[in-house]
């Protein structure tokens, strides 16, 4: 059976997405849809508006035969650390395609990522701090030498995509499917004027204002409508997560601080004086001035939500030394695919999180989890954790 | 000048408080009244119903001509604990007397506590566990050596007074003065009928509750009155900061909870579990939970108090081991006793917070009161902390 591989956030699920499945499927003629999603934060920094459970379960309705999780210690990183993880995992299950929107889908981003590379090695200053620089100087760097535009979003992650398959040598393995972008930008905050698609940013505020659900109809599946009209699971950063991390901040010494992960370079003492001096601004604000020239707002929101979430750089370590494939739910063709791989993975599949996984491998996951729990609407009424005791979803029935 | 001592915690402050300082200057003759008071959190692990500055006020406008503020180290402990600390700081400030209700004003607590310390002498293994056993076991050695019954919360404390005093050989400095305590017990938690004292325990839930304010009317000054018609400056316990407790819990390990003050003995792996399966029962249910036969309620208060304000072993030492006199406000005749006494003082007076306090002396209580605000009714409209930035209240008219 021949799998396609899907990079995905789900955050939340909406047409744009059905059409990035369908587009797969006929683009590769793959027998299964593999999934792999952000799990209850995203990539950006901030919580999912709905849980990993919601999203898988509306995913396997919507054409995805098996999704997986990527874990925290991928999902919440800059592009290139994420598109590694994610290209890394979906390697280990077996896809042989992997199918991304990109604004230029006529760009070749294999040719271009092996290119990037013989540049990087020409311009060795670059390898030394490529981590740090990678959005801005390293990409002017591309357009000067390679001719092409790569600012817009989307190819962006397409090249980071490109570039994880060279540096794990997959080109053999996995073939690269650019499909072209449909309507809504990225960034749009607004919800468009007739079409089927719209942004997750404008859709997301939508949820979050809980209102218009008539103009949230048109852009996505009916089952994802009946989840938006009971409203975000969780409320967004700005809310009790920000007073959560006020609150952390204020009981944490800098010493204490500076053992977050990446909170270095004098962004604890800062962080700490931010919070002690902090008057009631919103959280705008207060980001605003957390914010350095050096950094990206997406950096600077991971930044505050591993401090709220207390991670820590061995705890991301342990991810990225021991990973593992994280199964959220399956189709029955799904599961026929897995019964034929199973023997033949080289990363461990966790299908029910064990006391020992949540001790030893999964234990990040397992805390976020936790944590995301605390904050959700329906904290109280979940018999179980986002973790353990839970199976993951089986659907039976062919998708709608 | 003479000046009397009153060990308080004025949480809310009523009639039975200001009928003590009035009998504390009629017994002793006394040109000043100094409280010392706890500040923002109170002996029983609970946030006070106001802040040390509203309490502080009208402790000034009652009689009260000095208010400190007894540290967090001393004033959120045991007995033996606080009772030791507030004697030693009113001893530092040059006290005579010492002012206090009891159950039994008939007792001489001086004597009882000499004759204590022979008991302890002569029975050797209590000296061993002092600190954990005292309240019960210890007293009921008492009781079988002494005679007396000293079961009765006022009476228990006023005994610490008297122990304190030996401990810290102030018996020539200091006399004790036990009053008759008046109607109202310390646990009743109702209003009682008629009358003008009632217990504070009564009061504070008529507060919280936000009704029946012609109720109080009668158990307080009118001072006292308006400020409780604005509701309490932070919710009880089992609000907000149970949240932020099982937040808190959630994002530590228990080696991170181990480091927390007084929270060994398999205390931290006890506290994880039960906030990992917690299901949303009551916060007097997980407390229950909490809670076992060899320790009082009001110990595991205290230890939850400390795990949500991040408290540390290091911290409570190094206020023990450099303690400080705290001023909160004072009147025109307080400032007069101020100045004859400031260049006798053993221990420091602080008047004002600088950064040095912040980071030096200062810094478990800076803490501590930047939680307090972090979750008072009134956090976001104060422009200065509870500490930094103020100067202490002057009060200069006479007291109505």
Redesign the interface.
Known sequence: MRAVGLITEYNPFHNGHRYHIQQAKQLTQADVVIAMMSGNYVQRGEPAIFNKWQRAEIALNQGVDIVLELPFAYAVQPAHLFAYGAVKLLAAIGVADLVFGAEHADYDFGALARAAKTVTQDHEHFQSDYRQTFASQFNQLLVEQLGVDLTKPNDLLGFAYAQARVDLNLADQIQLHPIQRQQAQYHDVRLPFGGQIASATALRRQIEQGKGMTNVAQYVAPQMLALAKKGPEVHPFAGAWF??L???V???SVAQLETIYQLNDGLAPRLKKLV?YY??ASYEDFLAQFKSRRYTKARMQRLLLYT???VRPEQIQAVWQHPYLRLLGVTARGQQYLHERKKKLAIPLISRVTQEDVQGRLQLDY?VG??YQ?FARQ???Q?F?QDTGRQPIIRDKKEK
């Open positions: 007073d959560a006020r609150y952390q204020l009981t944490s002690d008057q009631g709220v979430l207390q805390q936790k944590v605390h904290a109280l009424q018999q954790t």
